[in-house]
């Protein structure tokens, strides 16, 4: 067993520790370390193998996420703002310890930006591979996001790529056969401008979640685990202002703008540098309501949760 390994399965110990917390099938965990032992990911594609910030809380999803990956599944996690579908995917590419690839989709992503463009190097044309072609090599995890929004030469790509074929025909070069260790994970918003319905045939490729808005003891969890030190009150009323915003979003009183996790938590941290807390909220999730009329409504529902007389120092223990 390598050094590398050894290192890379005592880290996982610490992971599965926090998954058992949560209640994870036994079952589930055995596998998962099983996957770990037979796919070490070795030292070339150590870079990409990123611990994410923000730990994911939510033993069903986890389960059910961590159970398709294993059997060999592609994964398709669909939801609303601020439903943690990133750092999901995220998390499950630590978790499988895999190089992640990140992939967004836009207007402008097509055949050529997934799989490469020609260059000449060394004398003659070569292929300049694109993320999905090294991802497959390298047995990594591709995190597709915003799929719904990819144009059908993009998608042209992915069919081939997802099925049951695991392989891709480069025109002009040799065919590429998926790692064993390769899976792909889309992300994907209902109703954001630009999107567009999955056709049939690229849903077919993928097990869909669908991803549960945070609750209470969700939030607790992410916010205890980001920051140790912040007071149990503090973490109540922090807690409570997602809530609120979150309700008042679902019944489209407001827009989900201000529904911005990574905007509280950064905020939070303002706090932890000794901002105050009423300003750095503003900054991380007032501020991201830009229509007045909005903005007024969201300021104040911050004012019912955070009192402006909120010291920094409240915020944390000593």
């Known amino acids: 067993m390598t050094s590398n390994t050894e290192k890379s399965l005592q880290i996982l110990k610490e992971e599965i520790q926090r998954l058992e917390e949560q209640g994870i099938s036994g079952h589930i965990l055995e596998e998962l370390m099983e996957f770990r032992r037979e796919n070490d990911t070795g030292d070339a594609a150590e870079e990409r193998c990123i611990r994410p910030q923000i730990p994911f809380f939510g033993k069903e999803v986890l389960e059910m996420a961590i159970a398709a990956l294993l059997a060999g599944e592609n994964v398709l996690l669909c939801g609303g703002k601020a439903t943690g579908k990133n750092i999901l995917a995220e998390n499950l590419a630590w978790l499988f310890r895999r190089p992640t690839y990140n992939i967004s989709f836009h207007v402008n992503t097509d055949s050529s930006t997934l799989i490469g ?39 042209s790509v992915l069919h081939a790529t997802l099925d049951y074929r695991r392989a ?43 991803m549960p808005s945070p609750d209470e003891e969700t939030l607790n969890h992410i916010l205890k685990s980001m920051y140790p030190t912040l007071k149990e009150s503090a973490a109540e009323q922090f807690v409570g202002l997602f809530l609120d915003l979150q309700t008042k979003a679902q019944n489209s009183e407001i827009s989900a703008k201000a529904l911005d996790l990574r905007g509280l938590l950064a905020a939070i941290g303002l706090m932890k540098i000794g901002l105050s807390p009423i300003r750095a909220i503003h900054m991380g999730v007032g501020n991201k309501s830009f229509d007045l009329f909005e903005r007024e409504m969201v300021e104040d529902i911050i004012m019912t949760r955070i009192p402006s007389s909120l010291e920094a120092a409240e915020v944390f223990e000593d």
């Open 117 to 155: 463009t020609d260059t000449f190097r060394n004398n003659e044309v070569q292929l300049r591979e694109g993320p999905i072609i090294q991802c497959a090599k390298t047995g990594g995890f591709g995190i597709l996001d915003e799929i719904n929004m990819a144009k059908n030469d993009a998608v």
């Open 168 to 210: 891709i025909d480069v025109p002009g070069y040799e065919r590429v056969v998926l790692h064993p260790a390769t899976r792909f994970i889309g992300t994907m918003n209902y109703g954001y401008a630009g999107t567009k319905e999955l056709n049939e045939a690229l849903v077919s490729r993928f097990v869909v979640i669908n």
